[in-house]
């Protein structure tokens, strides 16, 4: 899987542009599909320039709301997600859980409703720097996994990100994503019951240039992309060599 996470950035007429190019210059690959988030604003706009030109683009929400009653002012839930034919939501990005302060209880609560209204989560998660220096990144990523205790779905899939790679141009290198993604795919299959291997991508810096290298690990599942997503050509190229 191939996801373009184009955070708070662009506009209307990019989100056209970047749709029809990256539509007609893919080999789309069924057993690695392309995901597009862009902003919510514009997730309207996306799904139905998606079905006007055929588009082989899934459709991801860059953002979920937590709240059990409808009084959260600015809110989206997965049932207008579901309206927007959206098949994918990013959950617990980095910046969210700094920004926002989500908590693991508010991330449980989207996870499972995503799962009852059958949009995929791509559940981030990844250690700051100080972490990653003190050799403590697998303890700090598994109390981040812990809330998919028994939520066992092949719905799930999980972005490996490691805060200090991310917007930095610095990625982790392939033995360290190695390890964390074993790490992880063991770890939900012996700790969190999850009967078959989750499927693990990597976000952090990642580019043109090093997105082969990245991919070539049997651990790696697939990428998200933040800043070399913007440019269609790049993704495009991203995407075809994956
Ligand atoms: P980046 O962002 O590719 O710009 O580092 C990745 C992300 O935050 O998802």
């Known amino acids: 899987m191939i996801i ?28 690695i599909p392309c995901v597009f988030c862009p902003p919510s604003c514009y997730l309207d706009y996306s799904s139905s320039l998606i079905k006007e030109i055929s588009s082989p683009v899934k459709l991801g929400s860059q953002n979920i709301n937590f709240s059990n009653d409808s009084a959260l002012t600015g809110g989206i839930n997965s049932q207008m997600l579901k309206d927007f ?20 209880e508010s991330l449980q609560y ?9 949009i995929s989560p791509i559940f981030c998660i990844g250690e700051p720097k100080t972490i990653k220096d003190e050799n ?17 779905s092949d719905q ?11 917007g930095t141009g610095e990625n982790a290198d392939k033995i360290y994503i190695e390890e964390v993604h074993g790490f992880i795919k063991e770890f ?8 078959e291997k989750v499927s693990v991508v990597y ?11 990245i991919l070539s690990s049997s651990e790696v ?21 994956s």
Not at 14 to 28: A, D
Not at 156 to 166: L, N, Q
């Open 221 to 241: 599942d697939g990428l998200l992309i933040g800043g070399a997503s913007l440019d269609p050509d790049t993704f495009s190229k991203i995407y075809n060599l």
């Open 4 to 31: 373009a996470n184009w955070k708070m950035n662009g506009s209307k007429e990019e989100v056209g542009s970047w749709l029809k190019f990256v539509s007609s210059n893919i080999l789309i690959n069924k057993e």
């Open 156 to 166: 799930i899939v999980i972005a490996y990100e490691p805060i200090w790679a991310i």
């Open 85 to 104: 034919l959206t098949d994918y939501v990013l959950i617990g990005h980095s910046e969210q859980r700094d920004y926002l302060n989500e908590d693991n």
């Open 110 to 118: 989207k996870i499972k409703d995503t799962l009852k209204k059958n």
């Open 203 to 213: 976000g952090g810096s990642v580019k043109l240039e090093n997105c082969e290298d």
């Open 188 to 195: 939900s299959l012996q700790e969190l019951n999850f009967k």
């Open 136 to 152: 403590l990144t697998k303890d700090y990523l598994r109390s981040q996994l812990e809330i998919l205790d028994s939520l066992d």
